[in-house]
C-alpha cells in the first residue's frame, strides 16, 4: 500500500497557475505509472494527466493539453502537476494516484484526501 498526500492546491484568478505536488510514502514510486485525476462537484472523478515510469510517455486529456504538465521526482517520491493558463473550468478536488500504464490509466492505491483548486472568473 501507498500513501498519497496532495497538496499546492488554492484560489486563484482565470489565467493564474498552481503547481501541485503529490508526495508518496509507504512504497517508493520508482518503476510506477503515476497519475492526476480530478473531481468537479457533481461530476465524476476524471482523468487529467499521467507519466510512466522513466518520463517517456506522458498523455493529458484534451482539455488541459498545452497548459498543464506533468513531471516526477523519484528521488523525492513525489509527482507534480504544473496548471498554467486556469479556467473556471479547472475547478476541482485534484489527487494523484499509481496508475495502470494503459488506458484509461485507473488507479491502483486508495485515493487520498486531494487538494482542491477553485478558479475565479
Known amino acids: 500500500q501507498v500513501q498519497l498526500v496532495e497538496s499546492g492546491g488554492g484560489l486563484v484568478q482565470a489565467g493564474g497557475s498552481l503547481r501541485l505536488s503529490c508526495a508518496a510514502s509507504?512504497?517508493?514510486?520508482?518503476?510506477?505509472?503515476m497519475g492526476w485525476y480530478r473531481q468537479a462537484p457533481g461530476k465524476e472523478r476524471e482523468f487529467v494527466a499521467m507519466?510512466?515510469?522513466?518520463?517517456?510517455?506522458?498523455n493529458y486529456a484534451d482539455s488541459v493539453k498545452g497548459r498543464f504538465t506533468i513531471s516526477r521526482d523519484d528521488a523525492k517520491n513525489t509527482v507534480y502537476l504544473q496548471m498554467n493558463s486556469l479556467r473556471p473550468e479547472d475547478t476541482a478536488i485534484y489527487y494523484c494516484?499509481?496508475?495502470?500504464?494503459?488506458?484509461?490509466?485507473?488507479?491502483?492505491?486508495?485515493w487520498g484526501q486531494g487538494t482542491q483548486v477553485t478558479v475565479s472568473s
Open positions: 507519466i510512466n515510469w522513466n518520463g517517456m510517455i506522458i
Open positions: 494516484n499509481v496508475v495502470r500504464n494503459y488506458w484509461p490509466y485507473d488507479g491502483i492505491f486508495n
Open positions: 509507504g512504497r517508493t514510486i520508482g518503476g510506477s505509472t
